[in-house]
């Protein structure tokens, strides 16, 4: 099956009982038993849910994936797959992640115990170094956040499997439409779903996909016990949404190409980061390894002050956190979804407090452009 066809219909059989062709969510906490001591197949919603079950068979089939799980928000997906690594292990981090992976290993991994590495991973002897003995995985994002840069997924595996590293690549960018991790050779595909799965800015929530049983079961242990879950109705949601991810994936990326190809040729725009870029420097790794560029652009201003102003004067750009949304949104990655991250580490990452991070919505591109012309002209 095609990935428009998983999308609409895996998990999505109509209701048994009724024929609703679209199965009602099932807004229950507890399912009653056959009897005092015999089990049902369902017991308590924190443990599982039909409709959270209809969505990681959907999230599955679209990562070509034996298992995935949802959990309540995407760090929530992260703080699971934290956990993996115990006490004494070491997580490898790439050092170009967003910045709510970077205050979760900091200030919750490192003080239980776990080591974390920040590396570059795009550079093969900082990998090497910062893989010792103890290493339990490698964490890292492509396209990542807010960069946009690429790594070579299958390098990144190939070199993991040589030392017994796991792999989880953070998905949420490309979304599984652009890019399966596990058929890269990755151990876990994680998302926010607040992004792009759901993609309609009105819920948070987060999975992760694996084929491996053991890696399932510990996440699945760590959920059953923390109740980081998803609320069935949100599971619906986002069932609803996916049905459309692709044609919304589609258009997110047209128009962003437009976006990127105009700001690029803008004076006042020093620097434009979009995969899809003749000029960007993984270019080649990018398209071998995935099926388009996806929504996202980054871009620096003349100066902090030029970004804040160029922010406040966009009209049709929604000025929030986050991405993804059918609604075009930009932000300033230093003063929002990177503030946790120290400057000096964010200046080493080469993230400035002049770069722009703009989610490229589904609008009419024309307008877009309008609305970006018409405020850097205000600069
Ligand atoms: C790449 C990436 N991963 C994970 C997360 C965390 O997801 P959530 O906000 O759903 O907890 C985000 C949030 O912005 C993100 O951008």
Redesign the pocket.
Known sequence: MKFSTKALHVGQEPDPHTGAVVPPPYLVSIYEKPSALEMNEYEYSRLDNPTRRSLEENIAALENAKRALSFG??????AAVAQLAKPGERIVAARN?????YRYFETVSKPAGVEIEWTDVNDDEALERATTDNAKMIFF?TP??PLLEITDVRRVVEFAKSRGVLTVL?N??ATPYLQNPLDLGADVA??????YLNGHSDL???AAATNDDEIANVLWAHRASAGAIPSAFDCWLTLRSIKTLSLRMERHESNARKIAEFIADQPKIEKTLYPGLPDHPRREIGERQSRGYGGMISFELANKDAAVRFLDSLELFVVA???GGVESLIGLPWEM?HKTMPPEFKEKVGITDRLVRMSVGIEDVEDLLADIERALGRL
């Open positions: 928000s995407g760090m929530a997906a992260i992640v967003y910045g709510g992976a994002e990542s956040n953070d949420t960018f994680l998302h926010s779903t607040t992004k948070l929530g987060g956190e986050s991405l979804s």
